[in-house]
Structures are given as structure tokens and as C-alpha cells.
């Protein structure tokens, strides 16, 4: 089992900057794929950005390319998401997900493990 603790969401103007973490137990960490995903009320959970086991690939959508950054940091079971050019579409909640058992990252069905969330907001 695997728990997933998200961090750093918040409020922000437009145009700024947040960097949110996902800390996981457990001393596998660094064999999971790991994804960002957010959601907003009424809408299905959409896909952000996901990072392969070893940080070598990463995927991200295409509303988000070019302004977000996903990385991880095998040593501290974490992985980040640097989001920067903020936008108030970019409001939601964001969530953390782990193990996807496919190459299928887009995906939400693929995680095994999701943290709890963490609010956006961006405001304009």
C-alpha cells in the first residue's frame, strides 16, 4: 500500500507561480510511474503531467505545456510540479497518483494510489 500526501497548493494572481509536492510512503517510490491530475466540480479528472520511475520521460497535457515542470526526487519519495504563467482556468483541485500499470499515463484509470488533493486558485 502506498500513501500519497499532496503540498504547496494555494491562492495566486494570475501569472504567478506555485510548486506543489507529493510525498509518498513506502520504500518503493522510485519503481512508480507518478502523475498530476486536477479536477474541478462537475468535470471528469483531467490529466496534467505524469514522470516515468526513473525521471527520464515525462508527458504533460497540452494546456499546460511550456508553463508546467514535473520532476522527482527518488531519495525523498517526492515528486513536484512547478507551475508557473498561472491562469484562472488553471484553478481546480490537484491530485497526486501513483503506479500507473501501463505506458497509458493520460489515463486516470491507470493509477493505483491517489492523494487526498490540494486547492489551486488563480485568480484574475
Known amino acids: 500500500q502506498v500513501q500519497l500526501v499532496e503540498s504547496g497548493g494555494g491562492l495566486v494572481q494570475a501569472g504567478g507561480s506555485l510548486r506543489l509536492s507529493c510525498t509518498a510512503s513506502?520504500?518503493?517510490?522510485?519503481?512508480?510511474?507518478m502523475g498530476w491530475f486536477r479536477q474541478t466540480p462537475g468535470k471528469e479528472r483531467e490529466f496534467v503531467a505524469a514522470?516515468?520511475?526513473?525521471?527520464?520521460?515525462?508527458y504533460y497535457a497540452d494546456s499546460v505545456k511550456g508553463r508546467f515542470t514535473i520532476s522527482r526526487d527518488n531519495a525523498k519519495n517526492t515528486v513536484y510540479l512547478q507551475m508557473n504563467s498561472l491562469k484562472p482556468e488553471d484553478t481546480a483541485v490537484y491530485y497526486c497518483?501513483?503506479?500507473?500499470?501501463?505506458?497509458?499515463?493520460?489515463?486516470?484509470?491507470?493509477?493505483?494510489?491517489w492523494g487526498q488533493g490540494t486547492q489551486v486558485t488563480v485568480s484574475s
Open positions: 514522470i516515468r520511475r526513473s525521471g527520464g520521460s515525462t
Open positions: 497518483a501513483a503506479h500507473c500499470s501501463s505506458n497509458n499515463y493520460y489515463y486516470a484509470g491507470c493509477y493505483s494510489y
Open positions: 513506502g520504500r518503493t517510490f522510485s519503481f512508480y510511474s
